[in-house]
């Protein structure tokens, strides 16, 4: 039997058929409300003995085991005696509620918020119109301000009403702001310190034609925001104010309206003037593609997905000369070195790869340039891997020198732009190359501020500031950042603050305490939901959130151990158990561990694994990591720029040390 559990309001709980279940009294409640906020953790009887009393009772061990027994009965009725329960379930010295995201309305809200990313105003309104219906009241509302419960209602209150206004922005988007009005006045009401909320209001009154009103809201909103917080409005607040007054021609939103009808009326001329000419459309999809995948996360999916189509597309019409031109219009800059889809980063590689042998030799350089710089881009992280393959010369790399070669004949700087994209992909070999990756990073910055290519001055930078980390040069890293983020804002280039946002964190956690670099961390992490780069988020949030703890001499925390770590688990694992009093298994997770992919976390996770290999004393892991790291003992290991684990010298030495 499923069971659907409710913490938007009363904790409450209810079967298949949408029935009440009886969880009969308030600590029988509080004992499920705690197991829920633990996030499908365990919580030992003691704990939750110390969270139910201020001051637990002799028998409090006693009741707690009757007040599960109670809601086991509650949640599975039809349970045989004597089976195991599914859902509330013993472990240890503690009790687990394991249930599905799915089931918990508060994590189901959740995933719902983090979803939407970059998605239209008329899907944001609809889904959040359902998922606010499912709040019945304040989170948990039939409890006080108990202590372990302050966080999780703090953190989904503030959910919801993060939820409330981009519903409101996006009604007013859509057209309805009269619709939106209602809501956001009571909002306001409730909430008055809420800045954007005002904004809200007042641009919903406005573009409903009440200007007075609108004007009059922002008049209330100076008044509370003084009267109760002492403080005047932000600079955002009287650009408004300012803009209703003169009437201002952004606010209206026929002037939106205005823009869609150039780009529909464009659109049609241009699908008339192309009538069927197939092979024109496919090239000018592309290079749409190419525009879209710098819009955002939602952007970056559908380009992706809509680039394999147009090149099947290209090779069904059996022409290479155009194949090689819809494979290589798509060079759209490329920092991190795991691919976010490798299965059709593999496919890109094969269309490109048959696409030169069916160009005609000695012809099309300029194509062929294009197609090996796509197998050297799209071959990122897949260098070979074994400990003899620093001397191989693997096909990506030689793809990203061949390319390099006829860019500089050329002479085309958009040209070579991309080749050394390709270059800098291939530029792993072994530890210790990141001043080999800034000398790369320099040249992209020039070539494309000379020539205006502002796509690869931003990856130029961006590359600088992951070796300026690599080369403890955090300064230099700084100007980078600094800049990136100015030419981002300029050009609207939403997804590069998602590696600005993450070198700032690592910036926190060089300099700050360690709950300043958690929190920054969050805060990162937050920024890569609904970004479109699976290979860039998976496994990097507990990853950081590690990097950070062994910095302050931690170990890892509960929830990380039972973290999904994505690519990094096999490194990460043996270190984990190690912590975890295992020695065994962390001996046997190490015996025959592979070599990381090479790539821009190779010197960290090598780090990871020296450190496991040390604690139980595998010295042929820790030779394999010494002569690894030896080439970067004059780096740090934060060549990613997103994350550090100090230097690597440090490793050296304690490699050694033991060795010895």
């Keep these: 039997m499923r069971v659907e559990f409710g913490v938007l309001g009363a904790v409450s709980a209810w079967d ?3 029935e009440p279940l009886r969880l009969k009294g308030p600590r029988h409640r509080a004992v499920l409300a705690r197991l829920i906020v633990a996030r499908r953790r365990v919580v030992p009887v003691a704990r939750l003995a110390e969270d139910l009393w201020e001051d637990p009772p002799g028998d409090a061990i006693s009741s707690l085991r009757t007040f599960v027994g109670d809601l086991r009965r509650a949640l599975e009725p039809d349970r045989p005696p004597r089976t195991a329960p599914r859902l509330l379930i013993t472990e240890g010295s ?9 089931d918990i309305d508060a994590w189901r809200f959740e995933q719902v918020v983090e979803s939407l990313g970059d998605a239209g105003p008329a899907r944001v309104a609809q889904r959040l119109d359902e998922a606010l219906g499912w709040w019945r009241g304040p989170a948990f509302a039939d409890f006080g301000d108990e202590r372990w419960l302050r966080a999780e209602r703090s953190r989904l209150t503030e959910l919801r009403l993060h939820a409330v206004e981009r519903r409101a922005e996006a009604r007013i988007a859509l057209g309805r702001a009269a619709e939106a009005v209602p809501d956001l006045d009571a909002h306001v009401t409730d909430h008055p310190w809420r800045e954007d909320a005002w904004r809200l209001l007042a641009l919903a009154l406005y573009r409903s034609g009440r200007q007075a009103d609108a004007l009059s809201v922002l008049r209330r909103a100076r008044a509370l925001l003084r009267d109760q917080l002492g403080m005047d409005p932000s600079a955002r607040l009287r650009r408004l104010e300012e803009d209703l007054l003169r009437q201002a021609e952004h606010l209206d939103p ?27 459309r496919l090239e000018s999809t592309v290079g749409l593609m190419r525009d879209l995948a710098v819009t955002g996360g939602g952007g970056l999916e559908a380009a992706r997905h809509h680039r394999v189509a147009a090149v099947a597309a290209a090779e069904q019409l059996g022409d290479p000369e155009l194949t090689a031109r819809v494979i290589g219009v798509y060079d759209v800059p490329a920092i991190w070195t795991r691919s976010d889809d490798p299965e059709q980063a593999r496919w890109l590689v094969d269309a490109s790869e ?8 000695g012809s099309h350089d300029a194509a062929r340039c294009r197609l090996l710089a796509t197998v050297a881009v799209e071959s990122r992280g897949t260098l070979p891997v074994g400990e003899a393959a620093s001397g191989v010369l693997a096909r990506p790399l030689q793809a990203a020198g061949q390319a390099e070669e006829i860019a500089r004949r050329l002479g085309d700087p958009g040209l070579l732009a991309f080749a050394l994209n390709g270059t800098f992909m291939q530029s792993f070999r072994r530890t210790g190359l990141a001043l080999r990756r800034d000398g790369i990073g320099a040249e992209v910055v020039a070539l494309s501020g000379h020539h205006d290519l502002v796509r690869y001055e931003v990856l130029g930078h961006l590359i ?3 070796a300026r980390c690599a080369l403890a040069d955090l300064a230099a890293a700084d100007r980078h950042a600094d800049v990136v983020d100015e030419l981002a804002d300029r050009h609207e280039l939403p997804l590069v603050s998602v590696f600005t946002t993450w070198y700032r964190a690592l910036r926190t956690a060089v300099a700050g305490s360690r709950e300043a670099a958690e929190t920054a961390y969050a805060q990162a992490s937050d920024a890569l939901r609904g970004a479109g780069m699976p290979g860039l988020e998976h496994g990097l949030a507990p990853l950081a959130r590690l990097s ?15 973290a999904d770590w994505g690519p990094y688990e096999p490194w990460v694992r043996p270190l ?14 190490l015996r025959g561990i592979a070599s990381p992919p090479r790539d821009l976390m190779t010197e960290a996770l090598w ?6 290999a040390i604690a139980v004393g595998d010295r042929e892991v820790m030779d394999r990591a010494h002569t690894q790291l030896l080439p970067a003992s004059a780096e740090m290991a934060a060549g990613s720029g997103l994350i550090t684990l100090g230097p690597v010298a440090e490793q050296v030495a304690a490699l050694e040390e033991t060795l010895a």
Excluded at 94 to 102: H, N
Excluded at 262 to 275: N, R
Excluded at 354 to 361: D, F, H, K, S, Y
Excluded at 576 to 589: F, I, N, Q
């Design 354 to 361: 048959r696409t030169l042998r069916a160009l005609e030799p």
């Design 16 to 18: 298949e058929a949408g």
């Design 607 to 612: 780090c990871l694994t020296a450190r496991a």
């Design 464 to 466: 600088r500031i992951q």
């Design 94 to 102: 503690g009790y687990v509620l394991r249930v599905p995201k799915d």
């Design 254 to 280: 026929d002037a939106d309206a205005s823009v869609n009808r150039v780009w529909e009326q464009a659109t049609a001329a241009y699908e008339g003037a192309l009538g069927s000419r197939a092979r024109t």
């Design 576 to 589: 984990l158990l190690v912590e975890g009093g295992r020695t065994e298994e962390a001996r046997a997770a």
């Design 548 to 562: 950070v703890r062994l910095r302050h001499g931690a170990s890892a925390a509960q929830e990380d151990a039972d």
